[in-house]
């Protein structure tokens, strides 16, 4: 006899070291292209964008941007690294790899790779908006939407629904990218 139990079952077995793949390397790859052409949509007046990855795979996927933004227009990019301590950010002083000078009055893009609570995001922004910007956008390729800060991704690839006891780690340095809901 077949319950609806007996059929729901597979589901919730072996939950707590269980891996979902959630994004494979052809869909992170779609997701990138088409958050790199949302942002030249967005920054279609601009002459020159400076892009900060955090510290990760947040500059991988920064870099994953640059790359398709200048295979389709010529604008002037500056690329830059947020490194940051992601579990303290208070802790540590936050650097960027770019003199702050260049980027004053700039169109900035902030860049990371999952949005959980907002903390890392929040503290790069505080970092950057110790100098006038003309304009600063979010990105990333998972938003979970469990926000204790005060942070909105402007450009997402994936919104996804989570517990929070789940997690989402993503692997952009290998051949095969992939993300994975843990």
Known sequence: MIT?????????????????????????????????????????DQEEI????????????????VKV????????????KITINKDKP??????????INKMKNGYIVLVDDVVNS????QYALIEILKFPTKEIKTVALVD????????????VGMTLSTTLKERVEVDLTGQEMKAFLV
């Not at 979970?144 to 450009?155: C, G, N, Q, V, W």
Request: charged share 20%.
């Open 4 to 44: 609806a139990l007996n059929i729901l079952s597979p589901i919730f077995v072996n939950t707590t070291n269980a891996m979902q793949e959630i994004l494979t390397n052809s869909q992170i790859n779609q997701k990138t292209n088409r958050l790199a052409h949302q942002l030249l949509e967005n920054c279609f």
């Open 50 to 65: 400076y892009i900060g990855g955090i510290g990760g795979n947040g500059f991988i996927l920064a870099e994953q941007l």
């Open 69 to 80: 933004i200048k295979q389709h227009d010529p604008i002037k990019i500056n690329l830059f």
């Open 90 to 99: 208070w802790s540590d002083k936050i650097e960027l790899s770019i003199d």
């Open 118 to 121: 907002g903390k890392t995001m």
């Open 144 to 155: 979970r939407k469990h926000r204790r800060f005060p942070i909105k991704a402007d450009f």
